[in-house]
Nanobody, 121 residues
């Protein structure tokens, strides 16, 4: 089994920063794409940022230049550094990790439990 544990959410004033972490543990052979999504109240879940195993990143237009996604494969962890936070960034943030559990298995998607980020104006 694989488990994802998120940390780092909280309450911050507009213009502030937060760093989210998501660590995977369990039966992991290789890590593929890792990333972050968010769901704001009354809205659909949306992609925030992803990073491939080769380090290629992709960001939602709304967070480009403010957020930075990174990964530490040795720790099976993905990070989201969020700077210049705005009230519209308020949401529950979920990590998603695509991985291979064994040498012969297909890719599986795993989701974190979600962490609340609240930005006050």
């Amino acid at each position: 089994q694989v488990q994802l544990v998120e940390s780092g959410g909280g309450l911050v004033q507009a213009g502030g920063s937060l760093r989210l972490s998501c660590a995977a543990s369990g039966s992991i052979f290789s890590l593929n794409v890792m990333g972050w999504y968010r769901r704001a109240p009354g809205k659909a879940r949306e992609l925030v940022a992803t990073i491939t195993s080769g380090g290629l990143t992709n960001y939602a237009d709304s967070v480009k230049g403010r957020f930075s996604v990174s990964r530490d494969n040795a720790k099976s962890t993905v990070y989201l550094q969020m700077n210049s936070l705005k009230p519209e960034d308020t949401a529950v943030y979920y990590c998603k990790i695509t991985l291979q559990r064994t040498t012969l298995s297909r890719l599986y998607d795993y989701w974190g439990q979600g962490t609340q980020v609240t930005v006050s104006s």
